[in-house]
Protein backbone atom coordinates (compact mmCIF):
# COMPACT_ATOMS: atom_id res chain seq x y z
CA UNK A 1 0.00 0.00 0.00
CA UNK A 2 1.13 3.51 -0.83
CA UNK A 3 3.28 5.28 1.93
CA UNK A 4 1.48 8.37 0.62
CA UNK A 5 -1.23 8.43 3.33
CA UNK A 6 1.03 10.47 5.14
CA UNK A 7 0.33 13.44 2.60
CA UNK A 8 -0.67 16.28 4.88
CA UNK A 9 0.20 15.43 8.27
CA UNK A 10 3.69 15.97 7.33
CA UNK A 11 2.52 19.40 7.60
CA UNK A 12 0.71 18.78 11.22
CA UNK A 13 -2.32 18.59 9.42
CA UNK A 14 -4.96 16.53 11.33
CA UNK A 15 -7.05 14.20 9.46
CA UNK A 16 -10.71 14.32 8.58
CA UNK A 17 -12.65 11.37 7.62
CA UNK A 18 -16.27 11.01 6.08
CA UNK A 19 -19.51 11.61 7.68
CA UNK A 20 -21.26 8.59 7.11
CA UNK A 21 -20.32 4.73 7.67
CA UNK A 22 -20.57 2.18 4.78
CA UNK A 23 -23.98 -0.02 5.80
CA UNK A 24 -23.93 -2.09 2.36
CA UNK A 25 -21.08 -2.84 -0.02
CA UNK A 26 -21.17 -4.06 -4.20
CA UNK A 27 -18.15 -6.33 -4.81
CA UNK A 28 -16.39 -5.22 -7.35
CA UNK A 29 -12.97 -7.05 -9.17
CA UNK A 30 -9.95 -6.64 -11.78
CA UNK A 31 -9.73 -8.44 -14.59
CA UNK A 32 -6.31 -9.73 -15.81
CA UNK A 33 -4.00 -8.43 -18.15
CA UNK A 34 -5.66 -10.05 -20.79
CA UNK A 35 -8.91 -9.74 -19.82
CA UNK A 36 -8.21 -5.56 -19.69
CA UNK A 37 -7.14 -5.78 -23.19
CA UNK A 38 -10.12 -7.99 -25.03
CA UNK A 39 -12.38 -5.43 -22.86
CA UNK A 40 -10.04 -2.21 -24.54
CA UNK A 41 -10.13 -3.61 -28.02
CA UNK A 42 -14.24 -4.73 -28.04
CA UNK A 43 -14.82 -1.01 -26.69
CA UNK A 44 -12.95 0.26 -29.51
CA UNK A 45 -10.13 2.15 -27.09
CA UNK A 46 -13.48 4.41 -25.88
CA UNK A 47 -13.86 4.36 -22.08
CA UNK A 48 -17.60 5.37 -22.64
CA UNK A 49 -17.76 1.58 -24.51
CA UNK A 50 -16.66 -0.29 -21.58
CA UNK A 51 -19.17 -2.34 -20.25
CA UNK A 52 -18.92 -1.50 -16.42
CA UNK A 53 -18.47 -5.30 -15.25
CA UNK A 54 -14.84 -4.76 -17.29
CA UNK A 55 -13.67 -2.10 -15.17
CA UNK A 56 -12.69 -2.19 -11.92
CA UNK A 57 -12.32 1.49 -10.18
CA UNK A 58 -14.87 3.77 -12.17
CA UNK A 59 -13.99 7.16 -12.47
CA UNK A 60 -15.55 7.51 -15.55
CA UNK A 61 -18.31 10.54 -14.45
CA UNK A 62 -19.97 11.47 -11.13
CA UNK A 63 -22.78 11.98 -13.14
CA UNK A 64 -25.61 9.43 -11.80
CA UNK A 65 -22.95 7.34 -9.89
CA UNK A 66 -23.59 8.70 -6.48
CA UNK A 67 -24.24 6.64 -3.12
CA UNK A 68 -27.58 7.32 -1.86
CA UNK A 69 -28.00 7.05 2.32
CA UNK A 70 -30.04 5.49 4.23
CA UNK A 71 -32.50 7.84 4.30
CA UNK A 72 -32.93 8.28 0.90
CA UNK A 73 -33.39 4.87 -0.01
CA UNK A 74 -36.07 4.82 2.63
CA UNK A 75 -37.59 7.41 0.81
CA UNK A 76 -37.97 5.95 -2.37
CA UNK A 77 -40.68 3.51 -0.27
CA UNK A 78 -42.81 6.91 0.25
CA UNK A 79 -42.65 7.50 -3.76
CA UNK A 80 -46.65 8.62 -4.26
CA UNK A 81 -46.54 7.67 -8.05
CA UNK A 82 -49.71 9.72 -9.14
CA UNK A 83 -49.54 11.14 -12.79
CA UNK A 84 -50.65 14.33 -11.50
CA UNK A 85 -50.26 16.50 -8.12
CA UNK A 86 -47.73 13.78 -6.55
CA UNK A 87 -46.97 14.80 -3.00
CA UNK A 88 -43.40 14.03 -3.63
CA UNK A 89 -43.33 17.09 -6.45
CA UNK A 90 -44.67 19.74 -3.96
CA UNK A 91 -41.86 18.58 -1.11
CA UNK A 92 -38.91 18.90 -4.14
CA UNK A 93 -40.32 22.48 -4.95
CA UNK A 94 -40.47 23.60 -1.78
CA UNK A 95 -36.75 22.07 -1.44
CA UNK A 96 -35.74 23.78 -4.45
CA UNK A 97 -37.34 26.96 -3.15
CA UNK A 98 -35.87 27.04 0.03
CA UNK A 99 -32.32 25.81 -0.77
CA UNK A 100 -31.89 27.89 -3.94
CA UNK A 101 -34.35 31.01 -3.85
CA UNK A 102 -36.23 30.74 -7.55
CA UNK A 103 -39.70 30.98 -7.54
CA UNK A 104 -40.91 28.54 -10.32
CA UNK A 105 -39.61 25.03 -10.42
CA UNK A 106 -40.18 22.74 -14.27
CA UNK A 107 -38.89 18.62 -12.95
CA UNK A 108 -36.92 17.18 -15.76
CA UNK A 109 -35.87 13.31 -16.04
CA UNK A 110 -32.12 14.84 -15.90
CA UNK A 111 -29.78 18.38 -16.70
CA UNK A 112 -29.86 18.06 -20.42
CA UNK A 113 -33.67 17.98 -20.27
CA UNK A 114 -33.87 20.88 -18.54
CA UNK A 115 -31.13 22.91 -21.05
CA UNK A 116 -33.35 21.54 -23.77
CA UNK A 117 -36.49 23.63 -22.57
CA UNK A 118 -34.91 26.39 -21.15
CA UNK A 119 -33.07 27.19 -24.79
CA UNK A 120 -35.77 26.54 -26.94
CA UNK A 121 -37.69 28.97 -25.07
CA UNK A 122 -35.30 31.78 -24.05
CA UNK A 123 -33.30 31.58 -27.18
CA UNK A 124 -34.08 32.71 -30.75
CA UNK A 125 -32.34 32.38 -34.06
CA UNK A 126 -29.02 34.05 -34.54
CA UNK A 127 -29.16 35.14 -30.48
CA UNK A 128 -25.62 34.55 -29.42
CA UNK A 129 -24.79 32.46 -25.76
CA UNK A 130 -21.65 33.99 -23.59
CA UNK A 131 -20.85 32.02 -21.12
CA UNK A 132 -17.87 30.45 -18.99
CA UNK A 133 -16.37 27.67 -20.78
CA UNK A 134 -18.93 25.54 -22.81
CA UNK A 135 -20.44 22.22 -21.24
CA UNK A 136 -21.21 19.35 -24.05
CA UNK A 137 -24.94 19.06 -23.53
CA UNK A 138 -25.03 22.70 -22.70
CA UNK A 139 -23.72 23.81 -25.94
CA UNK A 140 -25.34 21.23 -28.08
CA UNK A 141 -29.12 22.46 -27.07
CA UNK A 142 -28.05 26.31 -27.03
CA UNK A 143 -26.86 25.60 -30.90
CA UNK A 144 -29.82 23.32 -31.48
CA UNK A 145 -32.14 26.37 -30.47
CA UNK A 146 -30.53 28.56 -33.09
CA UNK A 147 -27.83 30.12 -30.85
CA UNK A 148 -23.81 30.37 -31.01
CA UNK A 149 -22.26 30.05 -27.72
CA UNK A 150 -19.50 32.41 -27.11
CA UNK A 151 -17.00 31.50 -24.65
CA UNK A 152 -16.20 34.36 -21.92
CA UNK A 153 -14.12 32.85 -19.31
CA UNK A 154 -11.04 34.33 -18.20
CA UNK A 155 -8.40 33.54 -19.92
CA UNK A 156 -6.59 31.85 -16.93
CA UNK A 157 -9.34 28.72 -17.03
CA UNK A 158 -7.23 27.54 -20.61
CA UNK A 159 -3.90 27.82 -18.96
CA UNK A 160 -3.75 23.82 -16.62
CA UNK A 161 -1.00 25.34 -14.51
CA UNK A 162 -1.98 28.97 -13.91
CA UNK A 163 -3.35 28.97 -9.63
CA UNK A 164 -5.72 31.32 -9.96
CA UNK A 165 -8.17 31.02 -7.30
CA UNK A 166 -11.70 31.32 -9.43
CA UNK A 167 -10.85 30.18 -12.61
CA UNK A 168 -14.32 29.47 -13.57
CA UNK A 169 -14.92 33.28 -13.55
CA UNK A 170 -16.36 35.09 -16.54
CA UNK A 171 -13.75 37.97 -17.84
CA UNK A 172 -15.86 41.08 -17.93
CA UNK A 173 -14.06 42.73 -20.46
CA UNK A 174 -14.82 40.04 -22.85
CA UNK A 175 -18.45 39.93 -21.72
CA UNK A 176 -19.12 43.92 -22.22
CA UNK A 177 -17.11 43.02 -25.77
CA UNK A 178 -19.27 40.86 -26.29
CA UNK A 179 -22.89 43.02 -25.75
CA UNK A 180 -21.76 45.70 -27.31
CA UNK A 181 -20.69 44.18 -30.71
CA UNK A 182 -23.86 42.14 -30.98
CA UNK A 183 -25.70 44.64 -29.26
CA UNK A 184 -28.04 43.84 -26.13
CA UNK A 185 -30.75 42.48 -28.13
CA UNK A 186 -29.33 39.62 -29.50
CA UNK A 187 -28.02 38.16 -26.44
CA UNK A 188 -30.07 35.53 -25.18
CA UNK A 189 -28.62 35.52 -21.91
CA UNK A 190 -25.85 34.72 -20.03
CA UNK A 191 -24.86 31.19 -19.58
CA UNK A 192 -22.78 30.95 -16.15
CA UNK A 193 -22.06 27.36 -14.68
CA UNK A 194 -20.13 27.23 -11.39
CA UNK A 195 -18.11 25.16 -10.67
CA UNK A 196 -16.93 24.77 -14.68
CA UNK A 197 -16.86 20.83 -15.47
CA UNK A 198 -14.71 21.88 -18.51
CA UNK A 199 -12.65 23.52 -16.90
CA UNK A 200 -11.66 21.36 -14.57
CA UNK A 201 -14.06 21.79 -11.50
CA UNK A 202 -12.49 25.01 -10.73
CA UNK A 203 -14.97 27.49 -9.40
CA UNK A 204 -16.78 31.54 -9.86
CA UNK A 205 -16.47 33.92 -7.08
CA UNK A 206 -19.08 35.55 -5.35
CA UNK A 207 -17.52 38.91 -6.60
CA UNK A 208 -17.59 37.46 -10.03
CA UNK A 209 -21.37 36.23 -10.48
CA UNK A 210 -22.23 39.90 -8.58
CA UNK A 211 -20.13 41.94 -11.03
CA UNK A 212 -22.16 40.20 -13.96
CA UNK A 213 -25.18 40.72 -12.64
CA UNK A 214 -24.66 44.65 -12.39
CA UNK A 215 -22.62 44.13 -16.36
CA UNK A 216 -26.22 42.59 -17.09
CA UNK A 217 -28.49 44.50 -15.12
CA UNK A 218 -27.05 47.86 -17.08
CA UNK A 219 -27.68 45.93 -20.30
CA UNK A 220 -30.99 45.09 -19.69
CA UNK A 221 -29.63 40.97 -19.96
CA UNK A 222 -30.86 38.07 -18.56
CA UNK A 223 -28.48 35.61 -16.38
CA UNK A 224 -29.38 31.96 -15.80
CA UNK A 225 -27.31 29.32 -14.13
CA UNK A 226 -25.96 25.99 -14.75
CA UNK A 227 -26.33 24.76 -11.13
CA UNK A 228 -25.63 21.54 -11.62
CA UNK A 229 -22.23 21.63 -9.52
CA UNK A 230 -23.04 25.05 -7.32
CA UNK A 231 -23.03 23.36 -3.66
CA UNK A 232 -19.12 22.27 -4.45
CA UNK A 233 -18.99 25.43 -5.87
CA UNK A 234 -19.75 27.23 -2.89
CA UNK A 235 -17.17 25.30 -1.19
CA UNK A 236 -14.54 27.03 -2.20
CA UNK A 237 -15.69 30.37 -1.75
CA UNK A 238 -16.14 29.31 1.49
CA UNK A 239 -12.93 28.66 1.23
CA UNK A 240 -11.13 31.28 -0.73
CA UNK A 241 -13.17 34.38 -1.00
CA UNK A 242 -13.13 36.97 1.91
CA UNK A 243 -15.92 37.24 4.18
CA UNK A 244 -17.65 33.52 3.61
CA UNK A 245 -15.36 31.60 5.55
CA UNK A 246 -17.56 31.37 8.78
CA UNK A 247 -20.68 30.73 6.94
CA UNK A 248 -22.98 27.40 5.96
CA UNK A 249 -22.46 26.01 2.50
CA UNK A 250 -26.28 26.42 1.88
CA UNK A 251 -26.27 30.24 2.71
CA UNK A 252 -23.50 30.90 0.35
CA UNK A 253 -25.70 28.61 -2.60
CA UNK A 254 -28.39 30.72 -1.71
CA UNK A 255 -26.59 34.10 -1.95
CA UNK A 256 -25.22 33.45 -5.16
CA UNK A 257 -28.55 32.27 -6.97
CA UNK A 258 -30.25 35.49 -6.14
CA UNK A 259 -27.91 37.05 -8.44
CA UNK A 260 -29.51 35.06 -11.53
CA UNK A 261 -32.70 34.99 -13.05
CA UNK A 262 -33.37 31.43 -12.78
CA UNK A 263 -30.94 28.28 -13.24
CA UNK A 264 -31.27 24.40 -14.56
CA UNK A 265 -29.38 21.59 -13.05
CA UNK A 266 -28.63 18.04 -12.94
CA UNK A 267 -29.27 16.13 -10.01
CA UNK A 268 -27.28 13.27 -10.83
CA UNK A 269 -23.90 15.47 -9.71
CA UNK A 270 -23.46 17.41 -6.17
CA UNK A 271 -27.83 16.73 -5.56
CA UNK A 272 -26.69 13.49 -4.58
CA UNK A 273 -28.78 10.69 -6.58
CA UNK A 274 -29.06 8.44 -9.80
CA UNK A 275 -31.57 10.47 -11.95
CA UNK A 276 -33.04 14.21 -11.98
CA UNK A 277 -32.96 17.38 -12.17
CA UNK A 278 -34.79 21.09 -12.76
CA UNK A 279 -35.05 24.03 -14.21
CA UNK A 280 -36.45 26.85 -11.61
CA UNK A 281 -36.88 30.70 -13.27
CA UNK A 282 -38.31 33.82 -11.80
CA UNK A 283 -40.56 35.24 -14.42
CA UNK A 284 -44.26 33.58 -14.75
CA UNK A 285 -44.18 33.84 -18.38
CA UNK A 286 -41.32 32.02 -18.85
CA UNK A 287 -42.41 29.58 -16.52
CA UNK A 288 -45.79 29.04 -18.18
CA UNK A 289 -44.15 28.76 -21.26
CA UNK A 290 -41.84 26.37 -19.82
CA UNK A 291 -44.48 24.36 -17.81
CA UNK A 292 -46.30 24.52 -21.64
CA UNK A 293 -43.30 22.40 -23.07
CA UNK A 294 -42.40 19.97 -20.52
CA UNK A 295 -45.46 18.44 -21.04
CA UNK A 296 -44.16 17.45 -24.54
CA UNK A 297 -40.49 16.95 -23.95
CA UNK A 298 -40.70 15.57 -20.39
CA UNK A 299 -43.88 14.56 -18.85
CA UNK A 300 -46.53 15.96 -17.05
CA UNK A 301 -44.80 19.75 -14.94
CA UNK A 302 -45.63 17.72 -11.33
CA UNK A 303 -42.86 14.59 -12.36
CA UNK A 304 -41.17 15.91 -15.27
CA UNK A 305 -39.90 12.39 -16.85
CA UNK A 306 -39.20 11.18 -13.20
CA UNK A 307 -40.58 9.03 -10.69
CA UNK A 308 -42.20 10.28 -7.24
CA UNK A 309 -40.22 8.29 -5.36
CA UNK A 310 -37.00 9.99 -7.14
CA UNK A 311 -38.00 13.32 -6.65
CA UNK A 312 -38.56 12.72 -2.78
CA UNK A 313 -34.89 11.35 -2.94
CA UNK A 314 -33.74 14.87 -4.98
CA UNK A 315 -35.39 17.02 -2.11
CA UNK A 316 -32.88 14.68 0.49
CA UNK A 317 -29.75 14.85 -1.71
CA UNK A 318 -30.82 18.29 -1.87
CA UNK A 319 -30.44 19.04 2.05
CA UNK A 320 -27.46 16.51 2.50
CA UNK A 321 -25.58 18.19 -0.44
CA UNK A 322 -25.45 21.19 1.87
CA UNK A 323 -23.83 19.74 4.80
CA UNK A 324 -20.48 21.37 5.37
CA UNK A 325 -18.78 18.23 6.76
CA UNK A 326 -19.71 16.18 3.40
CA UNK A 327 -18.35 18.67 1.29
CA UNK A 328 -15.29 18.65 3.26
CA UNK A 329 -15.17 15.33 2.58
CA UNK A 330 -15.92 15.30 -0.42
CA UNK A 331 -13.68 18.25 -1.94
CA UNK A 332 -11.02 16.82 0.39
CA UNK A 333 -10.80 13.01 -1.42
CA UNK A 334 -10.55 14.48 -4.82
CA UNK A 335 -7.72 16.65 -2.92
CA UNK A 336 -6.28 13.42 -1.49
CA UNK A 337 -5.86 12.16 -4.66
CA UNK A 338 -4.14 14.99 -6.14
CA UNK A 339 -1.74 15.59 -3.50
CA UNK A 340 -0.47 12.44 -4.54
CA UNK A 341 -0.16 12.77 -7.70
CA UNK A 342 1.80 16.08 -7.13
CA UNK A 343 4.16 14.76 -5.00
CA UNK A 344 5.71 12.53 -8.21
CA UNK A 345 5.71 15.52 -10.30
CA UNK A 346 2.95 13.93 -12.64
CA UNK A 347 0.72 16.65 -14.20
CA UNK A 348 -2.48 17.30 -13.47
CA UNK A 349 -4.69 20.83 -13.95
CA UNK A 350 -4.22 23.38 -11.34
CA UNK A 351 -5.81 23.99 -8.82
CA UNK A 352 -7.94 21.06 -8.15
CA UNK A 353 -10.77 21.61 -8.80
CA UNK A 354 -14.63 19.94 -7.27
CA UNK A 355 -15.21 16.72 -8.49
CA UNK A 356 -12.20 15.41 -10.41
CA UNK A 357 -8.77 14.88 -11.28
CA UNK A 358 -7.50 16.08 -14.50
CA UNK A 359 -4.72 14.16 -16.26
CA UNK A 360 -2.63 16.93 -18.19
CA UNK A 361 -2.29 14.54 -21.55
CA UNK A 362 -0.23 17.27 -23.19
CA UNK A 363 2.03 16.68 -20.24
CA UNK A 364 2.33 12.94 -20.90
CA UNK A 365 2.90 12.62 -24.41
CA UNK A 366 4.17 16.17 -25.50
CA UNK A 367 5.94 15.01 -28.74
CA UNK A 368 2.89 12.92 -29.69
CA UNK A 369 0.10 14.87 -32.67
CA UNK A 370 -2.84 16.04 -31.53
CA UNK A 371 -4.50 14.04 -34.21
CA UNK A 372 -3.17 11.03 -32.69
CA UNK A 373 -5.82 11.75 -29.45
CA UNK A 374 -2.98 11.80 -26.76
CA UNK A 375 -5.74 12.47 -24.10
CA UNK A 376 -7.88 9.49 -25.75
CA UNK A 377 -4.61 7.39 -25.16
CA UNK A 378 -4.26 8.45 -21.80
CA UNK A 379 -7.38 6.79 -20.71
CA UNK A 380 -6.86 3.57 -23.03
CA UNK A 381 -3.25 2.76 -20.97
CA UNK A 382 -4.98 3.65 -17.67
CA UNK A 383 -7.49 1.12 -18.12
CA UNK A 384 -4.82 -1.80 -19.62
CA UNK A 385 -2.70 -1.10 -17.02
CA UNK A 386 -5.55 -1.50 -13.81
CA UNK A 387 -9.06 -1.40 -15.23
CA UNK A 388 -9.34 2.41 -13.92
CA UNK A 389 -12.19 4.06 -16.35
CA UNK A 390 -11.46 7.32 -16.93
CA UNK A 391 -12.50 9.39 -19.71
CA UNK A 392 -11.14 11.92 -22.51
CA UNK A 393 -11.95 15.84 -22.81
CA UNK A 394 -9.67 16.51 -25.47
CA UNK A 395 -10.22 17.38 -28.69
CA UNK A 396 -12.64 14.25 -28.90
CA UNK A 397 -14.87 15.71 -26.50
CA UNK A 398 -15.07 19.14 -28.20
CA UNK A 399 -15.88 18.13 -31.72
CA UNK A 400 -15.97 19.95 -34.65
CA UNK A 401 -16.35 23.45 -35.70
CA UNK A 402 -20.34 23.42 -37.15
CA UNK A 403 -19.45 26.73 -39.65
CA UNK A 404 -15.86 24.91 -40.95
CA UNK A 405 -16.12 20.80 -40.04
CA UNK A 406 -12.95 21.11 -38.72
CA UNK A 407 -11.53 19.49 -35.41
CA UNK A 408 -11.63 21.86 -32.39
CA UNK A 409 -8.17 22.06 -31.06
CA UNK A 410 -8.81 23.35 -27.41
CA UNK A 411 -6.45 23.84 -25.25
CA UNK A 412 -6.83 21.49 -22.60
CA UNK A 413 -5.55 18.14 -23.62
CA UNK A 414 -7.22 16.10 -20.72
CA UNK A 415 -8.07 12.44 -18.68
CA UNK A 416 -10.87 12.80 -16.26
CA UNK A 417 -10.77 10.95 -13.13
CA UNK A 418 -13.93 11.81 -12.09
CA UNK A 419 -14.74 10.95 -8.40
CA UNK A 420 -18.30 9.22 -7.55
CA UNK A 421 -19.80 10.73 -4.01
CA UNK A 422 -19.46 8.51 -1.19
CA UNK A 423 -18.31 5.33 -3.57
CA UNK A 424 -14.68 4.99 -2.53
CA UNK A 425 -12.60 4.75 0.04
CA UNK A 426 -8.93 6.52 0.29
CA UNK A 427 -7.47 2.72 -0.19
CA UNK A 428 -9.07 3.16 -3.67
CA UNK A 429 -7.38 6.41 -4.87
CA UNK A 430 -4.27 4.95 -3.52
CA UNK A 431 -4.62 2.38 -6.32
CA UNK A 432 -5.39 4.61 -8.60
CA UNK A 433 -2.87 6.63 -8.13
CA UNK A 434 0.00 3.83 -8.38
CA UNK A 435 -2.02 3.19 -11.50
CA UNK A 436 -1.29 6.74 -12.99
CA UNK A 437 1.98 6.60 -11.81
CA UNK A 438 2.68 3.09 -14.08
CA UNK A 439 1.50 4.90 -16.95
CA UNK A 440 3.46 7.51 -16.24
CA UNK A 441 6.68 5.99 -15.82
CA UNK A 442 6.04 4.63 -19.33
CA UNK A 443 4.84 7.70 -21.00
CA UNK A 444 7.92 7.06 -23.79
CA UNK A 445 6.27 3.80 -25.01
CA UNK A 446 3.09 5.47 -26.20
CA UNK A 447 2.14 6.23 -29.80
CA UNK A 448 -1.72 7.54 -30.12
CA UNK A 449 -4.87 6.46 -31.69
CA UNK A 450 -6.50 6.77 -34.76
CA UNK A 451 -10.21 7.17 -34.93
CA UNK A 452 -11.72 4.57 -37.14
CA UNK A 453 -15.74 5.71 -36.34
CA UNK A 454 -16.73 9.14 -35.92
CA UNK A 455 -20.75 9.76 -34.67
CA UNK A 456 -22.63 13.08 -36.00
CA UNK A 457 -23.82 14.33 -32.26
CA UNK A 458 -21.55 14.42 -28.98
CA UNK A 459 -19.00 11.70 -30.79
CA UNK A 460 -16.92 11.23 -27.67
CA UNK A 461 -19.29 9.04 -26.39
CA UNK A 462 -19.44 6.05 -29.07
CA UNK A 463 -16.14 7.28 -31.41
CA UNK A 464 -13.93 3.75 -32.31
CA UNK A 465 -10.23 3.77 -32.18
CA UNK A 466 -7.84 1.73 -33.54
CA UNK A 467 -4.02 2.17 -32.14
CA UNK A 468 -1.14 3.25 -33.87
CA UNK A 469 1.22 1.29 -32.46
C1 LIG B 1 -23.72 16.78 -16.34
C2 LIG B 1 -23.87 18.21 -16.59
C3 LIG B 1 -24.93 18.68 -17.36
C4 LIG B 1 -25.93 17.77 -18.06
O1 LIG B 1 -26.69 17.04 -17.14
P1 LIG B 1 -27.23 15.55 -17.44
O2 LIG B 1 -27.98 15.20 -16.19
O3 LIG B 1 -26.05 14.69 -17.68
O4 LIG B 1 -28.13 15.62 -18.61
C5 LIG B 1 -25.02 20.05 -17.53
N1 LIG B 1 -24.13 20.89 -17.00
C6 LIG B 1 -23.10 20.47 -16.24
C7 LIG B 1 -22.15 21.45 -15.65
C8 LIG B 1 -22.94 19.11 -16.01
O5 LIG B 1 -21.90 18.69 -15.29
Redesign the pocket.
Known sequence: MSNMKTTGQQHGRRSWAEPWKIKMVEPIDMLDDEGRRGAMEEAGYNTFLLRSDAVYIDLLTD?GTNAMSDRQWAALMMGDEAYAGSRNYYRLEETVQKFYGYRYLVPTH????A?HLISQAAIKEGQVVPGNMY?T??RLHQELAGGTFIDVIIDEAHDPKSEHPFKGNIDLAKLERVIEERGAGNIAYVSL?GTV?MAGGQPVSMENVKAVRELCNRHGVKLYL?A??LAENAYFIKEREPGWRDRPIAEIVRAFCDYSDGAWK?S??DGLVNIG?WLCVNDFELFEELRNMVVVYEGLHTYGGIAGRDMEAMAIGIEECMNDDYMHSRIGQVRYLADMLLEWGIPIVRPTGGHAVFLDALGFYPDMPRECYPAQTLAAKLFLDSGVRGMERGAVSAGRDPETGLDRKPALELVRLTLPRRVYTQAHMDVTAEAIKAVWDKRGEAKGLKMVYEPRYLRFFQARFEPLE
Request: charged share 35%; no cysteine.
Open positions: SQGRGEFTTANDTRSKKG
